[in-house]
Nanobody, 118 residues
Framework: QVQLVESGGGLVQPGGSLRLSCTVS????????MGWYRQGPGKQRELAAT???????NYAESVKGRFTISRDNAKNMMYLQMNSLKPEDTAVYYC????????????WGQGTQVTVSS
């Protein structure tokens, strides 16, 4: 069974930083795409950033220049460094893994709350 566990969320003031981590465990190897998604209050879940196994990154326009996604393939871990946080970044952040092509698997974590408020 594959499990994704997010950590690192919390309360931070506007302009502050947080680093999220996602740990993937279980029988899964050579993960194609890892990504961070978020769902703010009263909003639909949206993509924040994705990274392929080869290191190609994609960011939502709203986080470009402020967030940095990275992954450690050997450890099956993914990170999201979030800087210059804004109140509109308040959301539950989820990690997701899926193949680069096809739909062999699609796993989500339970989410971690990020609140940006003074």
């Amino acid at each position: 069974q594959v499990q994704l566990v997010e950590s690192g969320g919390g309360l931070v003031q506007p302009g502050g930083s947080l680093r999220l981590s996602c740990t993937v465990s279980g029988s899964i190897f050579n993960i194609g795409v890892m990504g961070w998604y978020r769902q703010g209050p009263g909003k639909q879940r949206e993509l924040a950033a994705t990274i392929t196994r080869g290191g190609n990154k994609n960011y939502a326009e709203s986080v470009k220049g402020r967030f940095t996604i990275s992954r450690d393939n050997a450890k099956n871990m993914m990170y999201l460094q979030m800087n210059s946080l804004k109140p509109e970044d308040t959301a539950v952040y989820y990690c997701r893994v899926r193949p680069l092509l096809g739909d062999e698997y699609d796993y989500w974590g339970q989410g971690t709350q990020v609140t940006v408020s003074s």
